[in-house]
């Protein structure tokens, strides 16, 4: 994926999804509307769900960052790197096998915050079910209920509706590890051909 940080405005408040600490890339986004908020049994299996996908893709990046070992590296340290590759493999292809199987909406422009997504679509409103595929090696999308609060030029933000600590916690931490990664890249000198 393309990740590009976008860095939160000055005010202390954010005003918008894009003020807030986010990372722009393309995700596969479904919106469903919504007459009411789910009950209570429901957001608990979203909750426990979301939580799962997030771990998933947390340890897929961890394990892509993981550098591969060398052969003047440590013997233990070398099978582990072996071991994180021929897991990225397998994750790879089950995701292959799983998007032939049920294949997922097309990945658009979006920018995710720990707030909410501004995604290109078609007019959303009012109340609605997220869906959002963080990863193309972990097949189970976040999904969250989400008020559409804008839209304009082709583009929607949604503000997710209120979730546990734990879950808010985890989405931080997603949207932070992608826009340090992004500003990274930014900053990254760019190789001139001489």
Not at 130 to 140: A, D, M, N, T
Not at 141 to 157: I, K, L, N, R
Request: proline share 6%; aromatic share 4%; charged share 15%.
């Amino acid at each position: 994926m393309n990740h590009h940080a976008t860095r939160p405005a000055a005010s202390s408040v954010a005003s918008s999804i894009a003020d807030a600490l986010s990372y722009t890339t393309r995700l596969s986004v479904s919106w469903s509307p919504l007459a009411a908020l789910p009950d209570a049994t429901t957001l608990e299996m979203h909750h426990d769900d979301n939580l799962r996908t997030l771990a998933a893709v947390a340890l897929l990046n961890e394990q892509r960052g993981t550098a591969v070992a060398g052969e003047d590296s440590n013997t233990l340290e070398a099978e582990v790197a072996r071991l994180h590759q021929k897991l990225n493999l397998l994750a790879d292809v089950m995701a292959t096998l799983v998007g032939q199987i049920m294949p997922g909406a097309p990945a658009v422009p979006a920018q995710l915050s720990a707030q909410g997504l501004r995604w290109q679509a078609a007019e959303a409103s009012g109340l609605g079910l997220l869906s959002l595929r963080l990863h193309h090696g972990v097949p189970q999308p976040f999904v969250w209920p989400a008020t559409c609060t804008a839209s304009h030029d082709g583009w929607q933000e949604a503000r997710f509706e209120p979730m546990s600590e734990a879950c808010q916690a985890a989405l931080e931490r997603h949207v932070f590890m992608h826009h340090r990664r992004a500003v990274a890249v930014q900053r990254m000198p760019v190789a001139r051909d001489e």
